[in-house]
């Protein structure tokens, strides 16, 4: 009888690539939902501010509180890798501890029960991975590490420096994927525009963009994590100029005050920031995404009032608002002056209200018009409502369409590209007629 495994993977996409890593080593195991039949129960924990710590720790004490008693449990990924000591001697509910560098030793290590921390950070390079949420989307890492030095972030303390895949890795990797059927792709890792500078190759995303669209069947692609400075007009114009990837520009900015940037050694100022806004922006069929964090140490009424000016003005068409997290071994962490619990959380409820209300205006820009979408399969909403996801828009974060109507006489299908007209919206919800294949 198969063993039955039951995995979590918690935090970002990096992550989420990693634990299909492990999935890839454990295809022998039988995949259940039911973390209470599973043998096996690993967790790939997010360690980068407390509230994906809390969450990776209450998974793993409600996980153990359930499951059969001579199952293992694993808990792998940041927040085992960041905390090692403290966690391998204070959670005795854990098995087997592992971190960041043994995902494609999974199966040793449950093999011989063992604990295991190896240095270096694992980056994927032609491992099996089993894709996870989609038969037509996978995410496709680009490197781990970095070697930005914000003030806030601890990533870099346990993600190590900068380490680029190799183009004919990534090449492969996705040449394999559209050997299974899958056609659209998001590039991820933590700081995307610096990919391949550890090689001393300037641009490397113009590199990855020339060389994925050789490969046939890549039908759509993105790239997500762009960081200010080294972001180039260049790479705007690359990006702009393919027929594969979307005009989608995912850059974090944190802040757009002068003196907050530079506390957050982010590397470009308010001026160059907006500029490069403005250009991304100016492209056609443009699409925005920022985050911001609230609450940074000496972040004063003044700056923050300036930040939502700016969020209010720009119109970003997606926003995430993150509130300042005080994690130690930042250069923040050493900082005087910290805003007070409930000022950072009375930030985070006003600018995210601001980021509420720059979605919404995004979303009724897009009534009347022609898109592509795919549809993913019935909604939670209802049985002749089909959820969909614009083909621009970025998996799980930007949003749904509801397919409630079609003017082609076929019965319409999951997982392939249509044209259609958005009708209407309702919430946060688009409306949508499809009108023919694309
Ligand atoms: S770019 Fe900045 S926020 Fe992002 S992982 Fe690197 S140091 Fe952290």
Not at 96 to 115: H, P, Q, R, W
Not at 270 to 283: A, C, G, P, V
Not at 405 to 420: H, N
């Amino acid at each position: 009888m198969n063993k039955k495994l039951h995995i979590v993977s918690l935090g970002c996409t990096k992550n989420l690539v990693d634990t299909e890593v492990m999935m890839g080593r454990l295809q022998s195991y039988q995949l259940t939902d039911e973390s209470e039949d599973a043998d096996v129960i690993i967790v790939n924990t997010c360690g980068f501010i407390d509230a994906a710590k809390s969450e990776s720790l209450n998974t793993i004490i409600d996980l153990d509180a359930t499951r059969k008693e001579d199952s293992t449990l694993v808990m792998a990924g940041c927040l085992s890798e960041r905390y090692q000591d403290e966690l391998s001697k204070e959670l005795s509910e854990v098995d087997i501890f592992t971190g960041v560098g043994d995902y494609e030793k999974i199966d040793e290590l449950l093999a011989n029960k063992e604990s295991r921390f190896t240095d270096e950070v694992y980056l994927i390079d032609g491992a099996e991975r089993v894709v996870t949420g989609s038969t037509y989307h996978a995410y496709i890492k680009l490197s781990e590490g970095c070697n930005q030095t914000c003030s806030f972030c601890a990533i870099p303390s346990f993600k190590g420096k900068l380490h680029s895949r190799n183009l004919d890795s990534i090449a492969q990797e996705v040449e394999r994927l559209v050997a299974k059927g899958y056609y659209d792709f998001s590039f991820v890792s933590q700081d995307s525009s610096s990919f391949l500078r550890d090689q001393n190759v300037k641009d490397g995303l113009i590199h990855l963009i020339k060389r994925i669209e050789l490969i046939e069947g890549v039908n759509s692609a993105r790239i997500l994590y762009l960081y200010p400075s080294t972001t180039t007009l260049k790479l705007l114009q690359s990006i702009a100029a393919s027929q594969i990837f979307h005009n989608y520009f995912d850059i974090p900015i944190q802040h757009i005050n002068d003196e907050m940037l530079r506390m957050m050694k982010r590397g470009f100022g308010k001026e160059k920031t907006i500029e490069l806004l403005n250009y991304m922006r100016s492209l056609p069929n443009a699409f925005v995404r920022t985050s911001f964090i609230v609450g940074h140490p000496q972040e004063s009424e003044a700056m923050f009032d300036e930040l939502c000016d700016f969020a209010e003005e720009f119109g970003f068409d997606r926003i995430n608002v993150f509130s300042y997290s005080n994690e130690e071994g930042t250069t923040a962490y050493e900082m005087v002056d910290k805003i007070d619990d409930d000022t950072i959380a009375q930030r985070a409820e006003k600018l995210g209200e601001i980021a509420a209300a720059c979605t919404t205006a995004s979303l009724k820009k897009e009534i009347g018009t022609e898109i592509e979408l795919i549809i993913d399969g019935e909604s939670d909403e209802h049985e002749y409502l089909l959820s969909a996801r614009k083909l621009l828009w970025a998996p799980d974060i930007d949003g749904e369409i509801f397919v409630n109507d079609k003017t082609i006489d076929e019965e319409l299908e999951f997982g392939i590209i249509y044209r259609a007209k958005i009708t209407d919206i309702t919430g946060d919800i688009l409306m949508a007629t499809v009108t023919g294949h694309a």
